[in-house]
């Protein structure tokens, strides 16, 4: 390649609420070296900890570039962090400080964005034109992948699929709306759904309704999908609504976009034989003109936790590799 060759080694972090995890991926997507971290609260701290993270792996690999998956609207230039709920930073040009920090180039990057490049590149979605992600976990995130490109949208924020309206003055969402699709298909939309069945004929699952009388706080979603693969009939009863949802919103999705291929991501995802095969029938019941149309393939994602910080690592060499290429060779001297 021109200008200084390919790049063998990147490092993709995925930068959440909660935990900093960061690996050294190769051109393969394969992972060869992992760190992790709890997140600072504040956005000095946060840089501190990015900083020395990355070169601790610096310490042990030659790295080329980084490349930050975060849960949060990332600027069309792919530097500046916008906004992000869990995070301390807003309007903040995070590429910059790091890169300055670090000497090495870093590129930002929405996470569900980050998570569609690692599948398309070696994973579920590899072979697909038109593609959308849907991460299913305590909300929605969403990534639209248009003729093989990500499509960011005019200023960087685009898809907000789980923000989509599907229940006129339904349930209050985090966003400040009511009735968005993540509030009836997600994570937090199963405890939600079971304690609403349940708070309307109780004796009908003993088992999740001691767990929710004993602790409601602590009823989670993996919960509810753990009685379902039990037989618990209020969790299987979640399921089957969870899998009509599902199904609906994919098909507003299709309406939208249509794709060849959904690819359904997240930590929901991982009980999907509860619920995809309901959902593949709701989707094409559901969607516009099904009898004259070919329907999107459904599947669900395959490189797991790690989807984010393969796609991170390999959209930050791609970044790098492109402006390699754009470096003009000087000739040669005779």
């Known amino acids: 390649m021109r200008g200084g060759g390919s790049v063998s080694l990147t490092v993709g972090i995925?930068?959440?609420g909660t935990n900093i995890r960061a690996s050294v991926v190769d051109s393969a997507g394969e992972v060869l070296d992992t760190v992790t971290a709890p997140t600072p609260q504040s956005a000095r701290a946060l840089e501190d900890c990015l900083a020395r993270t990355?070169?601790?792996?610096?310490?042990?690999?030659?790295i080329g570039a980084v490349g930050l998956?975060?849960?949060?609207?990332?600027?069309?230039?792919?530097?500046?962090?916008?906004?992000?709920?869990?995070?301390?930073?807003?309007?903040?040009?995070?590429a910059q400080r790091l890169t300055d920090r670090l000497g090495l180039p870093v590129i930002l990057e929405h996470d569900a964005n980050a998570a569609m490049w690692a599948?398309?590149?070696?994973?579920?979605?590899?072979?697909?034109?038109?593609?959308?992600?849907v991460a299913i976990g305590t909300g929605i995130g969403a990534a639209l992948l248009a003729n093989g490109q990500l499509y960011r949208g005019s200023f960087g924020v685009a898809p907000e699929l789980?923000?989509?309206?599907?229940?006129p003055q339904g349930r209050p969402c985090a966003c400040g709306k009511r009735g968005c699709w993540e509030r009836y298909c997600s994570g937090t939309a199963l405890v939600d759904t079971a304690l609403e069945m349940l708070a309307t004929d109780p004796q009908r699952s003993t088992v999740l309704a001691r767990e929710?009388?004993?602790?409601?706080?602590?009823?989670?979603?993996?919960?509810?999908?753990?009685?379902?693969?039990?037989?618990?009939?209020?969790?299987?009863?979640?399921?089957?609504?969870?899998?009509?949802?599902?199904?609906?919103?994919?098909?507003?999705?299709?309406?939208?976009?249509?794709?060849d291929l959904i690819v359904v991501a997240g930590g929901v995802s991982t009980?999907?034989?509860?619920?995809?095969?309901?959902a593949r029938e709701h989707y094409a019941a559901s969607i516009t003109g099904a009898r004259h149309r070919r329907l999107a393939r459904i599947r669900t994602a395959q490189l797991g936790e790690a989807a984010g910080m393969?796609?991170?690592?390999?959209?930050?060499?791609?970044a790098l590799e492109a402006q390699r290429d754009a470096v003009p060779v000087a000739p040669a001297r005779r």
């Not at 601790?56 to 690999?61: I, N, P, V, W, Y």
């Not at 599948?119 to 992600?133: I, K, M, S, T």
């Not at 789980?162 to 229940?167: A, D, P």
């Open 14 to 16: 995925d930068l959440g």
């Open 54 to 62: 990355v070169r601790e792996l610096c310490g042990r690999h030659a």
């Open 69 to 94: 998956a975060v849960a949060g609207f990332v600027d069309e230039d792919r530097a500046t962090v916008r906004f992000a709920p869990h995070l301390p930073w807003e309007d903040a040009p995070v």
């Open 119 to 133: 599948e398309y590149r070696f994973g579920a979605a590899a072979g697909g034109r038109n593609v959308v992600l």
């Open 162 to 167: 789980g923000h989509l309206q599907v229940v």
């Open 212 to 259: 929710a009388g004993r602790d409601p706080g602590s009823f989670t979603g993996r919960r509810v999908a753990g009685a379902a693969q039990d037989g618990d009939l209020v969790a299987l009863d979640v399921m089957a609504d969870f899998a009509r949802w599902l199904g609906l919103g994919l098909a507003f999705v299709s309406d939208l976009f249509d794709p």
């Open 271 to 278: 009980s999907a034989p509860l619920f995809l095969d309901d």
């Open 310 to 318: 393969i796609g991170a690592a390999e959209l930050a060499r791609a």
